[in-house]
């Protein structure tokens, strides 16, 4: 085993090395890393954690720089650097993260045809890396509101499959008790206000949490969300004018799925910059296809208005099925269409590739992993399918006037 101070010298010069601005990882220190990373000597590397000059990661936490697909767009603000840092470990959760979401989308369109789903259903395939790069630049102390395409969001949010299937069948497991459905998912410990039916209106009710954020000094911000469909609402710049008279640390985010239902951008906007839209308040463009351009915009903008107030993200993505389960999603684009974003933009698939070309895991240990989730989400569904409805009295439950319907009780 090396002597203690061998390992502290070379975690030493470790830290020293620098850091490589290409897309690889630098391969002196990859090279160093791999040396001391053997289990015979961990209870000397966590000594040597301690020290103020050590560098202790092993290679799944090794920093590597890549750069964004696109460039970043800015209105009235200088734009976020294109080059991320990232680790291996982060773009193997970002693979893990984003199949997990995409295989229990495509379960909840089959359990729909099955009529095991009633009511309405957003599914969120296409629009996966707006998820998990938004949770990669935050904390669960942060706030996130969003429309009723809003699955995936409670995934990030630290949810759990069965909750979700629970809540998608109407069950008592789910995260709403089984009387939200689809559109009102809801997890309040980890500050996600859910998941809003009507078009639009969660926008106000994000800038008034972000108020009581800044009223009680919390040093957070609220992510609110809303889809292309809704950006010309006037609620939206009603309530986008007071959180910049009262600087709230309020984001924005425009998820510009190009569709709003079966109507193109360009038909019913007449300017589609939805960046800009605040004319006062400055936005960025982001390409919404790419996790880790999400990650570097999200964190831009949380310090940035921790200091200066509201600002707007628009993200550039795509959903691959139709508007709601209703929606075939055909009518008003063609599938060359569709196909060609898969091919070209496709989150999951632009993760793949980039682990794959730095080597950070092979091809079939990325299946691997692919298997491992429909496992989880097949064994959750089941797990669901078990799960009771919620009693009759619950219907009654959470309205404010007492004893509202409630039939007299027998002496």
Not at 249 to 260: A, D, F, K, S
Not at 267 to 277: H, M, N
């Amino acid at each position: 085993m090396p002597s203690l101070s061998k390992i502290c010298s070379s975690f030493c010069f470790l830290s020293l090395l620098p850091r490589s601005r290409s897309r690889a990882p630098n391969p002196q220190a990859m090279a160093a890393l791999r040396r001391f990373s053997s289990p015979a000597i961990l209870p000397l590397r966590r000594f040597a954690a301690s020290c103020p000059f050590s560098a202790t990661a092993g290679d799944d936490q090794a920093v590597m720089t890549v750069e964004t697909s696109v460039p970043f767009t800015g209105h009235r603000i200088d734009t976020p650097s294109r080059s991320v840092e990232t680790t291996p470990k982060e773009l193997l959760s970002f693979f893990r993260e984003m199949s997990l979401m995409r295989r229990m989308e495509i379960a909840a369109d089959s359990l729909y045809k099955a009529k095991l789903i009633r009511g309405f259903c957003h599914l969120y395939d296409g629009q996966e890396a707006v998820a998990v790069g938004m949770e990669a630049a935050i904390t669960k102390k942060d706030a996130i509101i969003t429309a009723y395409r809003d699955h995936c969001i409670f995934l990030g949010r630290g949810g759990k499959l069965i909750e979700a299937f629970s809540e998608l069948m109407g069950r008592r497991a789910g995260c709403s008790k089984g009387k939200g459905g689809s559109m009102h998912f809801y997890r309040r410990e980890a500050e996600f206000y859910g998941g809003h039916g009507i078009v639009g209106a969660q926008i106000p009710l994000g800038c008034g949490i972000a108020l009581g954020q800044k009223y009680s000094k919390e040093e957070t911000v609220t992510f609110t969300m809303y889809g292309d469909g809704a950006a010309n609402q006037g609620q939206l710049f009603e309530a986008l004018n007071m959180s910049a008279l009262w600087d709230l640390p309020v984001i924005l985010v425009c998820e510009n799925n190009h569709y709003g239902m079966g109507t193109a951008e360009w038909r019913a906007a007449k300017s589609p910059a939805y960046y800009k839209r605040g004319d006062y308040v400055p936005g960025l463009k982001v390409d919404g296809m790419d996790a880790l351009a999400v990650k570097q915009a999200c964190k831009f903008a949380k310090e940035h208005v921790l200091k200066n107030g509201p600002m707007i993200l628009e993200m550039d993505t795509y959903r691959y099925h139709g508007h709601s389960m209703s929606d075939p999603g055909s009518s008003y684009r063609t599938r060359d269409e569709i196909s060609g974003i898969r091919q070209e933009r496709d989150p999951i698939e632009r993760i793949r590739k980039l682990i794959l070309s730095h080597e950070i895991s092979t091809a079939n240990e990325l299946k691997d992993i692919e298997k491992e989730v429909r496992k989880e989400v097949d064994a959750a569904i089941a797990q669901a399918k078990e799960c009771p409805m919620p009693d009759s009295s619950e219907l009654f439950a959470n309205i404010y006037v007492k004893g509202l319907g409630v039939k007299d009780q027998a002496p």
